[in-house]
């Protein structure tokens, strides 16, 4: 198709479809493109009658997109993202940003990284928002193709492609057992990590693979508990004799507050990579480019002051990313 060709189609319906695609939904849709639902689904019959195809179906409040959409929206990421450079200014000043980021992170990083990074964002930004979401791990890549999610702060254990990432640092892995469990006041070998029950939290889902692949020529563990939250394993703590496997900067900011024991892994545990995380869309951006630089910068100086202070291995071999 020729240029002049594209001048007569009208663009504004591929903006419509990528909005479309996002929000799953014709009235929140229309909100973002300030139109009127009816407006809004005119738009979404000019779409289906421009690329002959019907481009959603209805599951009960929700539009489902078919494979023709998702299709376009992918194609469409990174041309729309280049116009948003070209059309946006310059020069980017954080204190005149009004923007709510999103980002998808685990109760791991919201509660020992992100917050040491929040008090020079609001130093620099004091109009920006956040939305944290918790990150499912098996659907990382659709929270922030169709999300509309900005960052992911984790350690994925599933292909990334075709996603930007950058390493925080390196994160170790300790054990948590209350004072009354029977290993509280001696060491723990092998053995007694495989024989008592565990609690594995979503904090630790990036870990588990990697636990389970140090141990892969050992009996399968006892797994009592899985949940998202640290605190539902906190609940039984005491009255069960779990061993809870978290990172280890996580396992001594608990112990302090719960009065818990920190043990280390009976067993050789490389640290693995943390890291940032970003749809390709979001790489020119000068809001995300600003908030990436300072969770790089201010995170990872953290993470690598408690490498030290915890005497992890920083030569130990670091575990890629998944490609």
């Known amino acids: 198709m020729r240029v002049e060709e594209i001048y007569r189609r009208d663009l504004n319906l591929l903006v419509?479809?990528?909005?479309?695609?996002?929000?799953?939904s014709v009235s929140k849709a229309a909100d973002r493109l300030n139109l009127?639902?009816?407006a809004m689904s005119r738009v979404l019959g000019r779409l289906?009658?421009?690329l002959s195809d019907p481009l959603f179906t209805r599951q009960g409040q929700h539009l489902v997109p078919t494979e023709k959409a998702l299709s376009m929206s992918r194609a469409l990421d990174e041309p729309l993202g280049s116009l948003r450079q070209l059309l946006s200014p310059l020069d980017f000043d954080p204190k005149s940003c009004d923007q709510t980021f999103t980002i998808l992170t685990t109760d791991y990083a919201l509660q020992t990284i992100l917050p040491f990074a929040l008090p020079r964002i609001y130093q620099e930004a004091p109009n920006v928002a956040f939305e944290f979401l918790p990150l499912q791990d098996e659907h990382l890549k659709e929270q922030l193709t169709y999300g509309r999610a900005d960052l992911a702060?984790?350690?994925p254990i599933y292909s990334i492609e075709p996603l930007h990432?950058?390493?925080?640092?390196?994160?170790?892995v300790s054990c948590l057992l209350s004072k009354q469990h029977p290993l509280a006041n001696q060491q723990m070998c092998l053995e007694d990590y495989l024989n008592f029950p565990h609690a594995m939290i979503a904090i630790s889902d990036g870990v588990k693979a990697l636990i389970e692949q140090a141990l892969e020529n050992e009996p399968k563990r006892r797994m009592i508990l899985r949940a998202y939250h640290l605190e539902a394993a906190l609940a039984i703590?005491?009255?069960?004799?779990?061993?809870?496997?978290?990172?280890?900067?996580?396992?001594?900011?608990?112990?302090?507050?719960?009065?818990?024991?920190?043990?280390?892994?009976?067993?050789h545990f490389?640290?693995?990579?943390?890291?940032?995380?970003?749809?390709?869309?979001?790489?020119?951006?000068?809001?995300?480019?600003w908030l990436r630089s300072i969770v790089k910068e201010e995170c990872g100086r953290l993470i690598a002051k408690r490498v030290i202070d915890m005497g992890l291995d920083a030569e130990a071999d670091t575990t890629a990313l998944p490609e």
């Not at 419509?16 to 799953?24: G, H, M, P």
């Not at 990432?165 to 170790?172: D, Q, S």
């Not at 496997?245 to 892994?265: I, Q």
């Open 165 to 172: 990432y950058e390493t925080l640092g390196r994160v170790g």
């Open 153 to 155: 702060i984790c350690r």
């Open 48 to 50: 289906r009658s421009l």
């Open 36 to 38: 009127s639902q009816s």
């Open 270 to 289: 490389t640290p693995f990579d943390y890291s940032m995380i970003w749809h390709p869309r979001c790489e020119h951006s000068p809001a995300q480019e």
């Open 16 to 24: 419509a479809l990528q909005i479309l695609v996002e929000e799953r």
């Open 237 to 267: 703590v005491d009255t069960m004799p779990i061993i809870i496997t978290v990172p280890a900067d996580l396992a001594y900011l608990v112990s302090e507050r719960y009065d818990l024991v920190v043990k280390p892994l009976p067993f």
